[in-house]
């Protein structure tokens, strides 16, 4: 399985980006999609997760109103829309796909949040 993630960048606070993580590899998706973030000086956080149809959602309390997971499994791939972000928000976003008890990460893409 690889992760691809795209869409981070440099945003004014109150701005938006939407993150994408493509997964390849596997034929169907019968996996759980989630986003965790580590900012500069700081342990590694959950951020938000999917459950494999998409009707079930969780989001770290900080981002809850905010940000919003989704996606698509005809494209195997998983969203994460962040608006209102915050100066705290910037950090180094990262999506791991979970099936059982493995997990995959992608490569991670820096957000920069600037206030």
């Known amino acids: 399985v690889q992760l691809q993630t795209s869409g981070g960048g440099l945003v004014q606070a109150g701005g938006s980006l939407r993150l994408s993580c493509a997964a390849s590899?596997?034929?169907?998706?019968?996996?759980?999609l989630g986003w965790l973030r580590q900012a500069p000086g700081k342990e590694r956080e959950f951020v938000a997760a999917i459950n494999r149809s998409g009707g079930i959602t969780t989001y770290v309390d900080s981002v809850k109103g905010r940000f919003t997971i989704s996606r698509d499994n005809a494209k195997n791939t998983v969203y994460l829309q962040m608006n209102s972000l915050k100066p705290e928000d910037t950090a180094v976003y990262y999506c791991i796909l979970i099936v059982g008890s493995s997990d995959y990460w992608g490569q991670g893409t820096l957000v920069t949040v600037s206030s």
């Open positions: 590899g596997r034929s169907e998706s019968s996996y759980a």
